[in-house]
Every structure is written in structure tokens, then in C-alpha cells.
């Protein structure tokens, strides 16, 4: 077995996963939206429609500057915005707009048909042992 294929192939696998979302994006009328402003808007929707820029840091693995760049592009789509609340002014949090809830059901969509595409022919311990190594991998990482 030549080991340098894995890596390839995650790459080469990442990349059309991209462009499926960005497929899917463009067809459903989003062509604003990137995929990379799709983890900010999926952890909003999952976690109460408001969070701390440090909480989506941390929920999605990603530095503050990375977190920054994207809600201030989000925010000048109009999908979210930057809120002070009275108790804590240090604190800013990110709120989805009516603008970024309106397309919740569509971002659930994109993910559900995404999850389909990639997991087609799985069985359910083929996913549980190709999450379980994906996870090992990435620990190799944190050394």
C-alpha cells in the first residue's frame, strides 16, 4: 500500500466537497454565501442563534482573526450582526439576522444532501471506523 495516496486522496476529497457546496449554494440562489462562512452560520443555528466570537472560535477550531474576518463579511451580507449587550459591553456577540435565519432551512438542506453524497454506500460501522481514524489522524497533528 503506498501510505502518500491517503493523503492525496483527503485532499483531492475536500476539494469536491467544496465545490459541492458551492454547487448547491449557486442553486439554491446563495451565491453570496461562501463555504467558508458556513461554519459560522451552522454553529449560530446549532447553539441558541447567538454566541461569543470566542465561543464560535473555540466551537469550530479556528483563530480569532480567521473568526473576525468572516462574521465581518457575513455581517456586511447582512446574515448576522455584532451585539454589546448592557451586562457585559467587553463582550461582543453574534446574532443571526432575520436575513441569516431565513435561510436555515436551506442551509439544512445543502448539509442533509452533502451528508447523502458523501456517505452513500456506508455502512454504519464503515462511518463509525472512517471517524474514529479521521479523528486518530488529526490528533497526530496536535503533537
Given at each position: ?35 467558508s462562512?458556513g461554519?459560522?452560520l451552522?454553529?449560530l443555528?446549532?447553539h441558541?442563534k447567538s ?9 469550530l477550531?479556528k483563530?480569532?482573526s ?13 446574515y448576522?450582526?455584532k ?17 441569516g435565519?431565513?435561510i ?6 445543502i448539509?442533509?444532501?452533502l451528508?447523502?453524497?458523501a456517505?452513500?454506500?456506508f ?8 471517524l474514529?481514524?479521521?479523528?486518530k ?5 496536535n503533537?
Amino acid at each position: 500500500m503506498n501510505e502518500k495516496y491517503i493523503v492525496f486522496f483527503m485532499s483531492k476529497t475536500k476539494k469536491k466537497m467544496i465545490k459541492f457546496i458551492e454547487n448547491q449554494l449557486q442553486e439554491k440562489g446563495l451565491d453570496d454565501i461562501v463555504p467558508s462562512y458556513g461554519n459560522i452560520l451552522t454553529v449560530l443555528y446549532d447553539h441558541n442563534k447567538s454566541l461569543t466570537m470566542k465561543e464560535i472560535g473555540a466551537l469550530l477550531g479556528k483563530e480569532k482573526s480567521t473568526i473576525t474576518t468572516l462574521v465581518n463579511k457575513l455581517e456586511k451580507l447582512g446574515y448576522i450582526k455584532k451585539v454589546k449587550r448592557s451586562s457585559d459591553q467587553r463582550t461582543t456577540y453574534v446574532c443571526l439576522t432575520e436575513k441569516g435565519l431565513s435561510i436555515e432551512k436551506v442551509f439544512a438542506e445543502i448539509s442533509a444532501e452533502l451528508h447523502s453524497t458523501a456517505y452513500h454506500n456506508f455502512t454504519l460501522e464503515e462511518k463509525k471506523a472512517f471517524l474514529r481514524l479521521l479523528k486518530k489522524m488529526n490528533q497526530n497533528f496536535n503533537k
